[in-house]
């Protein structure tokens, strides 16, 4: 599944149905356009939050069957009600923008759960409303899988996260294996912070396991994407051991190697 810079959602995979990537691209320019209001350039926080307010009264406009007023929000507009899309995931997502301006730590792995529920599980529950299979069962599997991603992606990203002073490891955790703060802006690996980041990528590669029969109920495309995209995220995890825990050092990144030994897992996937 190709990610691009907004890297919860897959956009012009070549596996998605051609009649769903206009309804995809405006999801994500949706997407990507708000998060970039909360992550890039140097505007005041301040700013940002008020620019993020505007995209919620947007989505009020939406609601309240008021004329979008923005390209971007016209496309949205017609997206929702060609497909009946609910409004809550987009303001889960706005809600997870607006958190990452003001908050940079999380004390509790429940906390960053939380987080996640907004900041990642909405897009799997907007790609199982256009395929039409967003049943319970499906998004709570759904859910999981998103939130595991999310946290993959914090792993995997500690010290892009660290240069912009923000930590997503839950402070209990860096406390019962005994690493502090300061180790971590220092990019300091030893035995404490191996035993941490084993902890964590079992602990992801236990909720994405646990879920990954989502994959194989689902029909068709969604189903090869979605094995993909597990595929994708559990070979991240391997990656991270493979380099002992040094992110800092080697970010791991999917390669064409990758993609091929990725494909043959997907194929066996029972």
Known sequence: MPINHYE??????????ARLRPAVNAIYAFARSADDIADEGDASADQRLRELNAYEAALDRIEQGH???SQLFQALQ???AEYGLPLTPFRDLLSAFKQDIVTTRYSQFSDLLDYCRRSANPVGALMLHLYGAANPQNLRDSDAICSALQLINFWQDVAIDGDKTRIYLPLED???FGVSQA???G???DHAWRRLMEFEIQ????MMTGAQDLALRLPGRIGWELRLVIQGGLRIL???????????RQRPKLGKADWLLLAWRALRMR
């Open 8 to 17: 919860n959602f897959p956009v012009a995979s070549l596996l998605l149905p």
């Open 203 to 206: 602990r992801a590669r236990s």
């Open 238 to 248: 391997e990656m991270l051991e493979a380099v002992d825990y040094d992110m800092f």
């Open 183 to 185: 180790q971590l802006a």
């Open 67 to 69: 004329a979008a007023d």
């Open 174 to 176: 860096l406390q019962r």
């Open 187 to 189: 990019g300091t690996v």
């Open 78 to 80: 017609q997206v929702i």
